[in-house]
């Protein structure tokens, strides 16, 4: 009977919170007044149990959803069963003033209208415990009225009265513009309004890319603050050090772009505080020969601006002087509370002929963005003087008329003048006819042994030639070709000409090539000659960079069949040389 009782009871019990599933709603807030930037509890209980959850899309106007958690509980009490469900939804304030929070509904039952009193946000004194917060941020700038591209600071500033924990500050981020952090955080201490507060400092620097109005939006602070509840137990307070979650803004600050100034004549756009040109050469003499190369590094410095602002500097080929440009590297540096612009470029001028040349002043417009007027940074003419080489001097100084006069006649193939032979020198050869005969008998002789003797000579050096000469010529030529080969393949340049060149002296051993110019000529191919060029480019310049020999061994595994052209005697030697 007992148990058919406590049965009875127990299907009974079910029923009844099965029954309780749609009962009234309740809510409430744990506070009714708090000050701008924390956070209020709203807490909504329905009888019985309820699965759905309640739709919060009426407070998204007034406030901003931190979070929501459920519970649900039954507790029988003298036999009588109550059953709940718990909502407990986190609402930060987004403006002070009188908020009214709307009903919410859940399924086919709506919570009561409440309202909650958002004070002002005040770092006085206050009236109260809620008339003010321990926590306020404050932002700035340097300048309201940029121009566009130009350096604008942001500085944001926490200013706190307690500790915080789990505190984060947004950044900011903007559509329009290119935004770096300066630094790290500062901190240090401050009064504010007879007050002192612990002041974390946070700096950026913003570029705006758009002319026209620029909003940087409110930073935003979530975080813990203790909770301000009076007990006076120190050792109770210990134990239970309750938090209260804030939220709080700063102020948006609004730009008014600036667009590039009319005055401003030069192609390119170039905002900043300060700009300064820097030179260096090497040698730095003022004289240089013939094929030696003079090198010049530029560098640019601009405080305000990044290194990838600064624009690109174009220089000429000036007659007698070859010019080869290397690329150009840009980088910034982050100082304590600016930054710095870095360009530099190097430039390697080759001297053909001998003579004074002037390298042309050259000018960098920048606009000056603290006086607003446009500046410009010289770096100021220089003359230079190229001499002959010493070889070539040395050759222009030994020719005397003489020589001169000799060379000509052996240019146009003319016979160089006879001395007659005087006639008492012939009457008397005559006279002695008998010593005559006998020394022209003994000439003879000597000159038929002569004869004999110069065709066995070159019988036997005809012999080695042939059979010993090509034999070793051949397996040298393949050894230093497999040598290139490998240099080109390991992308070593020097290695790759020295291998090449000696290769080709194997090869035209009559007459081997001076240089990859001269090579370049011989073998009358455009590609290989683009590849050469390139070799012969890369020896001058900016040996960091890699040069690629793969396309050079493809184009180049074999030399092309001897042929009877002559050399021409007026090929260049290369520029570079090992």
Not at 115 to 124: C, I, Y
Not at 343 to 362: D, I, S, V
Request: net charge negative; hydrophobic share 35%; proline share 7%.
């Amino acid at each position: 009977m007992k148990k058919y009782f406590v049965l009875i009871f127990i299907t009974a019990l079910l029923c009844f919170v099965t029954l309780q599933t749609h009962a009234a709603l309740t809510a409430h807030l744990d506070r009714s007044q708090i000050t701008e930037g924390e956070t209020v509890q709203l807490i909504i209980e329905a009888t019985g149990r309820v699965s759905v959850m309640p739709n919060t899309d009426a407070l998204e106007k007034d406030f901003e959803i931190m979070g929501m958690i459920s519970g649900s509980r039954v507790n029988i009490i003298n036999g009588k069963i109550d059953s709940r469900t718990t909502w407990t939804i986190s609402l930060s304030p987004k403006h002070n003033g009188e908020l009214t929070i709307p009903p919410l509904t859940i399924k086919d039952e709506q919570t009561p209208t409440l309202t909650l009193h958002v004070n002002e946000l005040s770092t006085g004194s206050g009236s109260g415990p809620d008339a003010e917060l321990p926590v306020f941020i404050e932002t700035e700038v340097d300048k309201t009225d940029p121009y566009v591209q130009g350096m604008v600071r942001y500085t944001m500033r926490v200013f706190l009265a307690v500790n915080l924990s789990q505190g984060s500050l947004s950044e900011p981020e903007l559509e329009n513009a290119l935004v770096h952090r300066l630094g790290e955080d500062r901190e240090y201490q401050a009064m504010h309004e007879g007050k002192p507060y612990h002041v974390i400092e946070r700096e950026f620097i913003i570029f705006p890319q758009t002319s026209g109005d620029l909003l940087i939006p409110a930073p935003v602070l979530d975080a813990q603050i203790p909770e301000n509840i009076s007990r006076r137990d120190p050792f109770f307070d210990r134990l239970f050090n309750n938090n209260r979650p804030i939220r709080l803004r700063g102020d948006a600050v609004m730009l008014n772009v600036q667009p590039r100034p009319d005055q401003s004549q030069s192609p390119y756009w170039l905002p900043a505080e300060s700009v300064q040109l820097l030179e260096e050469w090497q040698p730095e003499t003022k004289q240089i020969a013939v094929g030696d190369p003079l090198t010049r590094h530029i560098t640019i410095q601009a405080m305000g601006v990044t290194g990838e602002q600064l624009p690109e500097l174009q220089f000429a080929d000036i007659d007698g002087l070859k010019l080869y440009p290397d690329r150009s590297q840009s980088n910034t540096q982050h100082l304590p509370q600016n930054i710095q612009g870095e360009k530099t470029l190097r430039l390697a001028y080759m001297p053909t002929q001998p003579g004074k040349y002037t390298l042309p002043e050259f000018n960098l417009h920048w606009w000056d963005i603290q006086t607003n007027q446009e500046q410009i940074a010289i770096l100021p003419e220089r003359t230079i003087e190229v001499i002959p080489a010493t070889g070539q001097s040395q050759s222009m100084s030994t020719q005397t008329p003489e020589t001169k006069q000799l060379q000509s006649a052996e240019s146009t193939h003319l016979p160089t003048p006879q001395h007659p032979i005087p006639e008492n020198t012939t009457t008397s050869i005559l006279n002695h006819s008998g010593w005559f005969w006998a020394s022209l008998l003994f000439a003879s002789l000597w000159f038929i042994t002569l004869v004999l003797w110069w065709r066995k000579r070159h019988t036997v050096i005809q012999n080695t030639r042939t059979n010993i000469t090509p034999r070793i010529e051949v397996k040298s030529s393949n050894k230093i070709r497999k040598l290139f080969l490998s240099a080109c393949k390991t992308n070593d340049a020097k290695k790759a000409r020295q291998y090449l060149l000696q290769w080709a002296a194997l090869h035209w051993p009559e007459s081997p090539p001076k240089g990859l110019k001269t090579l370049a000529i011989r073998l009358n191919n455009p590609t290989v000659n683009d590849e050469l060029t390139a070799l012969d480019r890369w020896l001058y310049q900016d040996n960091n960079a890699r040069w690629d020999g793969r396309k050079l061994a493809n184009l180049l595994s074999e030399f092309p069949q001897k042929s009877n052209t002559t050399v021409n005697k007026n090929d260049l030697p290369d520029l570079y040389s090992a």
